[in-house]
């Protein structure tokens, strides 16, 4: 059971950092000379832009910023529910709530992951910068984090709805 445990913790500490470097780091949506994310453009690594309402769909931004950040709190919230339910609980019982904030978390990164995906060429459409034009990117490893980190979330929700305390 203690094996069990430590990798369920180790599983949910992992998803919080995927998600905490999903949300900060700038590596959204990259190429060669520029990178951006969902909090600011940059090109050359030293002229960065906020991204800002005069941004194209600046609406769609501001949904993935505001889900992603509230992703990142519930999975926090999340692991605290679980460590006071783990000394609360009594032997045999679930872990409902934590299992519930669990898949909160999951469906915030997964609606701010797919309003990206979706909204990738309206959010990049007439941003350009000398000779780089930002359309000609792909996707970077915080979007692809950001969809592990939906994974891991969902698996660890599952996990935690699976899981009654034993002795």
């Avoid at 000609?136 to 979330?153: N, R």
């Amino acid at each position: 059971m203690l094996i069990l445990l430590a990798f369920i913790l180790i599983f949910h500490i992992t998803s919080a950092a995927f998600l905490f470097i999903a949300t900060i780091d700038s590596a959204w949506w990259v190429a060669d000379g520029f990178y951006t994310d969902i909090w600011r453009r940059c090109f050359n690594a030293s002229n960065c832009t906020t991204l800002d309402d005069s941004f194209p769909d600046y609406s769609s931004i501001q949904a993935i910023q505001a889900t992603m950040i509230l992703s990142t709190i519930l999975c926090c919230v999340a692991f605290f529910v679980f460590i006071l339910q783990l000394f609360r609980l009594k032997q045999g019982e679930r872990f409902v709530l934590t299992s519930l904030l669990q898949f909160l978390s999951c469906l915030c990164v997964m609606i701010a992951a797919s309003i990206y995906t979706d909204r990738r060429e309206e959010i990049h459409k007439g941003n350009s910068f000398g000779f780089f034009e930002v359309t000609s990117g792909e996707y970077g490893y915080s979007y692809i984090l950001a969809w592990v980190a939906f994974a891991f979330t969902f698996l660890s929700g599952i996990m935690y709805l699976i899981l009654r305390k034993r002795k």
